[in-house]
């Protein structure tokens, strides 16, 4: 039996890498679900200023092709709380560089008063979307 029931994530999975997969499986080793929310083209825009290589739905198709992934859904806004609770999420799964910041630090709470963990999963060093992205560039 897993610690968690329902387990939630988010990412751009923008060229998708050895770091996006470790996140999945260490977060699908503690739930019994794992939904994925796979941001959309155009929140990506709105975030970085640039879209991703790979365009949504093949991010999309890519990512629920990954075993330890028993479902995908679009995340088209920054909203937290309203997935968790349409989802029944009780674990939040990101990365633990963002431990310790003042909006985690709300998150929490928001998600301790409907029942939902945030749970801090270590980054994979060395390689990431924007370092594959520059390295292309090269």
């Not at 260490?26 to 365009?55: F, H, M, S, W």
Request: glycine fraction near 6%.
């Amino acid at each position: 039996m897993k610690k968690y029931k329902i387990g939630y994530t988010t990412g751009v999975y923008d060229m998708f890498h050895i770091g996006h997969l470790n996140i999945l499986r260490r977060a699908k080793e503690q739930c019994e679900t794992l939904v994925v929310g796979v941001t959309t083209d155009d929140l990506c825009y709105k975030r970085k200023q640039k879209y991703p290589i790979i365009n949504e739905q093949e991010r999309m198709a890519i990512v629920e092709a990954i075993r330890y992934v028993d479902k995908v859904v679009p995340q088209a806004d920054m909203e937290k709380i309203r997935p968790v609770k349409e989802l029944g999420a009780d674990a939040v799964f990101v990365g633990s560089d963002w431990k310790g910041t003042d909006a985690w630090n709300q998150y929490e709470k928001e998600f301790a008063a409907v029942g939902c963990t945030v749970v801090y999963l270590d980054h994979t060093d060395g390689i990431s979307s924007s370092i594959l992205r520059e390295k292309l560039n090269k």
